[in-house]
């Protein structure tokens, strides 16, 4: 699976906009972009997936470039409740295994 | 969502002892099953993949006969750590899907902590 590279941590103000970048330039054309997020002490949430289309879904956005060597996951309205670490997960998922890396972590203030 | 409940959600133990984590999806059946591992301010590493019905699948340097894994039936799995020491308290955590999920789309159970004193 394709390597990708996140900041290490960003904030945004609530109610505002979170913005939150992954870099995959390697990806091949059978890889999808996941993303996941952990809440402090939690197991990881799904939030979205996508191959090359845009996709939203009630949580948030998913903006792939035209090249798809990079994604921007958008959540609208950011909320106290978003802060925790976002992963974003390239992969075939050829033999369903999720590797996680170190992820964005993402601080909302009030 | 579908759900996948852990238990027990944190434990102490002794130095030698065993403890048993188990994993169930509560409202569908797990066709394969994983288990991660994260210590503190790290990210999760995938320990095993097990299928039902068949023997767990370990990652590099994961030893099988130390983390004890059992996928008896669709709903539920097991994680075992045998005579567990300091170094093994960690955060465990189980996932799950089913065949008719997208590969990469994964349920997670809430952790279990682990603390070996």
């Known amino acids: 699976d394709a390597k990708t590279t996140q900041p290490p941590s960003m904030d945004c103000a609530e109610g505002r906009a979170a913005n939150l970048p992954c870099n995959h330039s390697?990806?091949?054309?059978?890889?999808?972009v996941y993303w996941y997020r952990q809440i402090h002490s939690q197991g990881p949430q799904y939030i979205i997936h996508?191959?090359?289309n845009n996709e939203t879904n009630e949580m948030a956005s998913l903006i792939i470039t035209e090249d798809r060597k990079s994604s921007t996951l958008i959540l609208p309205h950011a909320t106290l409740r978003d802060t925790a670490v976002y992963y974003c997960?390239?992969?075939?998922?050829?033999?369903?295994?999720?590797?996680f890396g170190k992820g964005i972590t993402l601080s909302v203030r009030p | 969502g579908a759900v996948v409940s852990q238990h027990p959600s944190w434990v102490i133990c002794k130095s030698g002892t065993s403890v048993k984590i188990e994993c169930r999806s509560l409202?569908?059946?797990?066709?394969?099953m994983f288990w991660y591992r994260q210590f503190p301010k790290q990210s999760l590493m995938l320990m095993a993949t097990?299928?039902?019905?068949?023997?767990?699948?370990?990652e590099q340097g994961v030893e099988k006969d130390k983390f004890l894994i059992n996928h008896a039936s669709l709903t539920l799995s097991t994680l075992t750590v045998t005579s567990a020491h300091p170094e093994d308290s960690s955060f465990y955590i189980c996932?799950?899907?089913?065949?008719?999920?997208?590969?990469?789309?994964?349920?997670f159970g809430e952790g279990s902590r682990l603390t070996v004193l």
């Open positions: 996508g191959l090359k």
């Open positions: 996932s799950a899907r089913t065949a008719r999920q997208a590969v990469g789309e994964l349920f």
């Open positions: 097990s299928n039902e019905g068949s023997k767990a699948t370990y």
């Open positions: 390697t990806i091949s054309g059978n890889e999808y």
């Open positions: 997960i390239v992969t075939t998922g050829a033999n369903s295994k999720l590797t």
């Open positions: 409202d569908f059946q797990a066709t394969t």
